[in-house]
């Protein structure tokens, strides 16, 4: 046999190999926000803001950090959309409370975190878990402070507990 065969039928098996699934391959098996749920928690969020005074918007990201749900309060002001937005995407993208960012920072002013696009320290959103399981996150803004924006958020994802199972 030739070098030239041989190769050949090296790279072959190779391919063939790095291509091959093993016979206990699985699928993966995953929760997901549904709409509904999204905008029972959005809906929950901005009416206990509300319910308290404040004028705020919701934002609810999937797993993929995608808009699942974006509601704007009524008589919010302009920023409250793309705030609420950033909050639950850093929430989601790091699996943390987004006010945790900033302590982050502090520790670790190397991690780059601060120059992605659509991340913010600013505290009001929430990681949505099934188990460990971060499946989206709930941002809101508008609140005359964070801590504010956030109880609202946990008031939401509390309306839809029995879900996340």
Avoid at 53 to 58: D, L, M, N, T
Avoid at 86 to 102: D, Q
């Amino acid at each position: 046999m030739s070098i030239d065969r041989i190769a050949a039928a090296a790279l072959a098996a190779v391919t063939m190999g790095a291509f091959a699934a093993p016979a206990s391959a699985d699928l993966l098996t995953r929760k997901d926000l549904s709409m509904d749920t999204a905008l029972t928690i959005a809906t929950t969020a901005i009416a206990t803001c509300n319910g308290q005074g404040y004028r705020v918007s919701a934002t609810v990201v999937g797993r993929n950090g995608e808009v699942l749900v974006q509601l704007r309060g009524d008589n919010t002001g302009p920023h409250t959309m793309e705030n609420s937005f950033k909050k639950a995407f850093t929430s989601r993208t790091f699996r943390i409370p987004s006010g945790e960012m900033e302590e982050r920072l502090k520790k670790n002013p190397q991690m780059g975190a601060q120059y992605l696009t659509g991340f913010t320290t600013a505290r009001g959103a929430l990681p949505v878990q099934v188990g460990e399981d971060v499946i989206g996150a709930v941002g809101v803004s508008g609140a005359p402070g964070g801590e504010k924006d956030e109880a609202c958020v946990k008031v939401g994802i509390e309306k839809v507990a029995d879900q996340l199972k």
